[in-house]
């Protein structure tokens, strides 16, 4: 009598290549199904994407595209440009990086980017998970580009219980091994599941090409995976602006240092961040000048990746534009120039006014 044959083992690859040919998403930065990837594109894209939802990128990456189409004209665009490009989608050191590398390609490497991860990782602001993107999505380099939709999928899949991010050498290595030829839609078929399926909350096991082989849906501990450390409490700033606006409708805007917090990037006048509001006494001895400085009533609340802020903001109407060192930003300019979301609100919050003047404008022709 023969041993029985011994099953087959399933290829989860196959598996989740085929869903993504079915159900793959349309996004603005993909390639159609059966094209090559632009690299610049990809890059991007990817860029955008740190810590932003694909929802938040689309509009920008569009605007980005129609502004400049390649890395030649990124690169040869200013700094000022690109910023207020950005404006709104945060975390503004990957705008400085995206355009210090696209002066990198455009001006060292003969407009052309690097093809590997290794080499991609000698642009500004291109990490790990990045360049493992690019490489992957670009040049089907076979690599594991892991963000956080990846990492819950194989979290899910293979059970694993190490908490978060002491899991990631794991995780990296337990999708390593399934990336196949197909590097780069395999990596945007992960990103789809994650996205689409396998979302953090209830999710939607019995349409996911993995089902069958989840370990965790067979212990019923999906939803619990991946195991995230708990949070830090973040500390709690407060403060005081002052909205400035001449007879014209301009508002006064100044830039901030070239290094830290918000770089380079426009905001009105501001008092010291501490733990406590000033009394309207030591507020009006923070302003940039003497005026008719009146409280708006509440305040203006945002928060940082590492602390939230509280400001309160005082307006001034001025006959004559003061002597002072800043810019006068005509009402009809404040939704264009390099002013990140946070001083947005502080604006909108002194000139009571929320409306058509911040709305997001499309990119001249």
């Not at 594109?41 to 932003?52: H, P």
């Not at 009394?279 to 945002?302: D, M, Y």
Request: hydrophobic residues 40%.
């Amino acid at each position: 009598m023969s041993p029985p044959a011994k099953a087959k083992k399933p290829n989860l690859s196959e598996r989740l290549l085929s869903w993504y040919d079915i159900h793959r998403r349309v996004l603005p930065w993909r390639a159609p199904k059966g094209k090559h990837a632009e690299p610049y594109r990809v890059w991007l894209s990817e860029i955008m994407l740190q810590q932003t939802t694909v929802q938040a990128v689309g509009n920008y990456y569009r605007k980005f595209l129609s502004l400049w189409p390649d890395v030649a004209a990124l690169a040869n665009a200013s700094e000022d440009d690109v910023l207020a490009a950005w404006a709104g989608l945060g975390y503004y050191a990957r705008a400085r990086n995206l355009h210090a590398a696209a002066r990198l390609v455009a001006h060292e490497m003969g407009g052309k980017f690097p093809a590997t991860a290794e080499r991609l990782r000698a642009l500004p602001g291109v990490g790990g998970y990045t360049s493992a993107a690019i490489a992957a999505i670009a040049y089907d380099e076979k690599q594991a580009a892991m963000d956080a939709n990846a990492e819950r999928v194989i979290a899910r899949i293979y059970a694993v219980e190490t908490p978060m991010p002491k899991a990631k050498t794991e995780l990296h290595a337990l999708c390593s091994a399934l990336v196949p030829e197909r590097a780069g839609d395999f990596a945007q078929a992960l990103m789809d599941l994650g996205s689409a399926i396998c979302t953090p909350k209830r999710p939607d096991c019995g349409n996911c090409p993995w089902t069958d082989y989840c370990r965790a849906r067979r212990r019923g501990i999906q939803e619990l995976l991946p195991i995230k450390a708990p949070k830090p409490a973040r500390p709690l700033k407060r403060g005081v602006a002052f909205v400035a606006r001449d007879k014209s409708g301009a508002v006064l805007l100044v830039k901030r240092p070239e290094k830290g917090l918000l770089a380079s990037m426009l905001q009105p006048p501001l008092g010291p961040w501490t733990e406590a509001f000033p009394s309207s006494t030591k507020a009006l001895e923070q302003a940039p000048f003497a005026a008719k400085w009146k409280k708006r009533a509440g305040i203006v609340h945002h928060g940082f990746t590492h602390f939230e802020l509280e400001t309160e903001v005082y307006l001034a109407d001025v006959s004559k534009r003061p002597r002072f060192k800043g810019d006068w930003i005509a009402a009809e300019r404040l939704g264009e120039v390099a002013l990140p979301t946070v001083m947005r609100k502080i604006v909108a919050h002194g000139l009571d006014s929320g409306g058509p003047l911040f709305a997001l404008r499309k990119p001249r022709p």
